[in-house]
């Protein structure tokens, strides 16, 4: 099991502040960059982004459990939730305000303006590669990691993991060719190592992991209020059962009459009374003898001998948290 796999398991098993707080200070500085790639240097906006990325990481610690290498999940989380913050047209007219000011020869660098141009593609394009070649990139120039690190992170050699990364850069080099950008491999692996080197904002990661965790607790507290509810509910029907509460159909048959029976010794038969009949048998005899439909009754009866329980008062009530 690889240290992210493990501090993954602490927290979301035991709930480990320390295991959550050291995966933000991993990983902030790859969510926050690809935040900033994707708002075109908007730190507010890479602010949030990155908030709402680790409050997702704390919320479904325990579905991720099993990932060897976190980062993947967390750089696509990263990008959907730049995309949804920011709106469509917005991108639109950066791009096109940038085209134009090249068009027009602006009088930035030409290597800063090759660098502007790469990060508004560079992110669309990494999304194209392979899983197994985008961890590859994330965890080299992202991370900053060596290619030893690079390979036991992904379960191989390191040889393995410089044919990965090398392999994988020549298809990034490919795809982002495609969008209009020319670059050489050598560059490329320099650009994106300085991506990696964007500082994150002092404070920050006290910020997002205090947010995430409270965040966390509070859906926690929300799933236990809603199964308090259900069982203050199966309590109350419970109760309701144990005092005794009856429903009785009124299409029961009619109680017997008395039957004749031969006394002892005696070769003519007499009539006796039968048994006395229960308040049921009786009610079920005086409603026979009434014109007109009648309904289903609730009665409370006594569990002792049958016998009804009037002028009383069932109250039932339930609790609820929040």
């Given at each position: 099991?690889?240290?992210?796999?493990?501090?993954?398991?602490?927290?979301?098993?035991?709930?480990?502040?320390?295991?959550?707080?050291?995966?933000?200070?991993?990983?902030?500085?790859?969510?926050?960059?690809?935040?900033?790639?994707?708002?075109?240097?908007?730190?507010?906006?890479?602010?949030?982004?990155?908030?709402?990325?680790?409050?997702?990481?704390?919320?479904k610690?325990?579905?991720?459990?099993?990932?060897?290498?976190?980062?993947?999940?967390?750089?696509?989380?990263?990008?959907?939730?730049?995309?949804?913050?920011?709106?469509?047209?917005?991108?639109?007219?950066?791009?096109?305000?940038?085209?134009?000011?090249?068009q027009?020869?602006?009088?930035?660098?030409?290597?800063?303006?090759?660098?502007?141009?790469?990060?508004?593609?560079?992110?669309?394009?990494?999304?194209?590669?392979d899983?197994?070649?985008?961890?590859?990139?994330?965890?080299?120039?992202?991370q900053?990691?060596e290619?030893?690190?690079?390979?036991?992170?992904?379960?191989?050699?390191?040889?393995?993991?410089r044919?990965r990364?090398?392999?994988?850069?020549?298809?990034?080099?490919?795809?982002?060719?495609?969008?209009?950008?020319?670059?050489?491999?050598?560059?490329?692996?320099?650009?994106?190592?300085?991506?990696?080197?964007?500082?994150?904002?002092?404070?920050?990661?006290?910020?997002?992991?205090?947010?995430?965790?409270?965040?966390?607790?509070a859906?926690?507290?929300?799933?236990?209020?809603?199964?308090?509810?259900?069982?203050?509910?199966?309590?109350?029907?419970?109760v309701?059962a144990?005092?005794?509460?009856?429903?009785?159909?009124?299409?029961?048959?009619?109680?017997?009459?008395?039957?004749?029976?031969?006394?002892?010794?005696?070769?003519?038969?007499?009539t006796?009374?039968?048994?006395?009949?229960?308040?049921?048998e009786?009610?079920?005899?005086?409603q026979?003898?009434?014109?007109?439909?009648?309904?289903?009754?609730?009665?409370?009866?006594?569990?002792?001998?049958?016998?009804?329980?009037?002028?009383?008062?069932?109250?039932?009530?339930?609790?609820?948290?929040?």
């Open positions: 099991m690889s240290e992210d796999a493990e501090l993954l398991r602490q927290y979301a098993q035991s709930g480990s502040e320390t295991a959550f707080t050291e995966l933000v200070s991993r990983y902030l500085p790859l969510v926050y960059a690809t935040a900033l790639r994707q708002g075109n240097g908007d730190e507010t906006l890479a602010k949030d982004v990155a908030q709402t990325v680790f409050i997702d990481l704390a919320r610690a325990s579905s991720l459990l099993g990932r060897e290498v976190l980062a993947g999940w967390l750089y696509t989380s990263t990008r959907l939730a730049a995309s949804k913050a920011v709106r469509g047209e917005h991108r639109r007219q950066l791009r096109e305000q940038i085209a134009a000011s090249m027009e020869h602006t009088t930035l660098p030409e290597s800063q303006s090759d660098q502007d141009e790469l990060r508004l593609v560079l992110d669309e394009a990494m999304s194209e590669l899983a197994n070649e985008r961890n590859a990139v994330l965890i080299r120039f992202f900053g990691k290619l030893k690190e690079v390979g036991s992170a992904l379960g191989i050699s390191e040889d393995a993991a044919m990364v090398t392999r994988a850069l020549a298809n990034l080099q490919t795809l982002l060719k495609q969008r209009g950008v020319t670059i050489t491999t050598v560059a490329l692996g320099t650009a994106l190592a300085t991506e990696a080197a964007t500082a994150v904002p002092a404070g920050l990661a006290t910020q997002v992991v205090s947010k995430a965790l409270a965040s966390a607790g859906a926690s507290l929300a799933a236990l209020t809603t199964g308090t509810k259900l069982l203050l509910t199966a309590a109350a029907v419970l309701v144990a005092v005794g509460l009856l429903v009785k159909s009124n299409t029961s048959p009619t109680p017997p009459a008395s039957v004749a029976v031969p006394a002892e010794g005696d070769a003519n038969p007499t006796q009374a039968a048994p006395r009949a229960s308040f049921f009786r009610r079920q005899a005086s026979a003898n009434t014109a007109g439909p009648h309904g289903p009754e609730l009665l409370l009866v006594d569990e002792r001998d049958g016998n009804p329980i009037t002028n009383s008062v069932i109250a039932l009530r339930g609790w609820e948290r929040g």
